[in-house]
């Protein structure tokens, strides 16, 4: 079988070698989940991971050492600084703070073995088309949710005046000069959003993105951008305005708290009838998830960086639909079916994002939950307790999803594949242990 480690290494080394989010290299490990307990006490969240990877690659635009703070220890973030040393960059990871002191002229080539790892490689595109005036940047990988086409980003550039193609695997992208535009998508893409904006940084001229993505994500990139001198208007809005200047300087960024972490522990108080503070996490951005979880039952506090989530009981049948922000996140749908799968009466879960999220269902099915899914759409009958099984993790936030399941699951359910968690959630299995979970990282090759 494949082993996990091989997939997602940093580069060589010795079996067993640690990286970070507590996964070892070349080791094959689960995570042994007992269900029963109930979830108590505090957990603080770092930066976010789908902030982190596109603010280091906007370190691109700008000679001279950017500084990243409040930086999460995943997986991804080493993984993402071998793209940017693959341009040229020297880049050093200390704990939370990662340092990319970026040449005056960057590679345009991005090597295949390190984007290949990581769908957040495909960012650097912009910012090499506005520093270089070219770029050559492979077909990235990351997790199997679904397609994921480039079509907005190449026709975003495209706008601007590049010359895009997609050949032998690479996206391959070309401006003799880059000028203002009025861009609209067709859908608010995050990436695409990303990459036509730090892009258009350093255009000449005015450019207008309509439907442009909102995410809190988006929003923290544009804070970096106008620190680094950018010129933009409209920043939270579907409606990004951007003057194009002729550079842009280094600086120091603290990258926001991750919401997406922060809603998974909601979740997991809520399923297992807990009581749980979040610090670290902006609850506005997570303002849809804490009413759907009132709706289940349970009871919420807020403050300016912390939110309280405290269940009595057992929660009840919510209805979800995943959007674009400020619609429900689809990172967090495997986290609403697994709440689902536990909640008196019956849910319906609307997947509008990510056509392939569903693969989540069938792992669950494995742990006794009663769920069907067709089309877009998953109908989930909750039952009171779930049955262990080994299972299996496709995505960062399937995995989460499981492990959340198996924390309400009758006997010690196995989740494989943890690289993937570790890839989207630091220190995981200490937080959930801090927390009262009874959850232990362990080596060994699977029984099947």
Sequence with gaps: MRRVGEAFATGGGSRGEDVPGGYRRGVVEHFAVRGGARLTGSVDVVGAKNSVLKLMAAALLARGRTTLENCPEILDVPLMADVLRSLGCEVSIHGRTVLIDVPAEPGAEADYRSVSRLRASVCV??????????????????????????????????????????????????????????????????????????????????????????????????????????????????????????????????????????????????????????????????????????????????????????????????????????????????????????????SMITENVFEARFRFVDEMIRLGADARTDGHHAVVRGRELLSSAPVWASDIRAGAGLVLAGLCAQGSTEVWDVAHIDRGYPRFVENLRSLGADISRVAGEPDR
């Design 125 to 346: 595109l912009g910012p090499l088309v506005a520093r270089c005036r070219r770029a050559v940047v492979p077909l990235p990988g990351g997790d199997a949710i679904g397609s994921r086409p480039l079509d907005m980003h190449q026709n975003g550039l495209r706008k601007l005046g590049a010359t895009t193609e997609i050949e032998h695997g690479c996206v391959k992208a070309r401006a003799e000069d880059l000028h203002g535009a009025q861009i609209w998508l067709d859908f608010p893409s995050v990436g695409a959003t990303e990459n036509i904006l730090m892009a258009a940084v350093l255009a000449e001229g005015t450019t207008i993105i309509d439907n442009a993505a909102r995410e809190p994500e988006i929003v923290d990139l544009c804070v970096m951008l106008a620190q680094m001198g950018a010129k933009l208007e409209g920043v939270g809005t579907s409606t990004l305005i951007v003057h194009g200047v002729t550079g842009l300087q280094p600086t120091t960024h603290q990258v926001i708290g991750d919401r997406i972490v922060g809603a998974t522990w909601a979740f997991a108080a809520a399923m297992t009838s807990g009581e749980v503070t979040v610090r670290g996490v902006n609850p506005h951005h997570i303002d849809l998830v804490l009413d759907k979880l009132r709706s289940a039952g349970a009871e919420t506090t807020t403050g300016e960086q912390e939110f309280t989530v405290a269940m009595d009981g057992r929660p009840q049948a919510v209805d979800f639909v995943t959007l674009p922000y400020p619609g429900f996140a689809t990172d967090l749908q495997p986290m609403a079916i697994a709440l689902s799968a536990v909640a008196e009466g019956t």
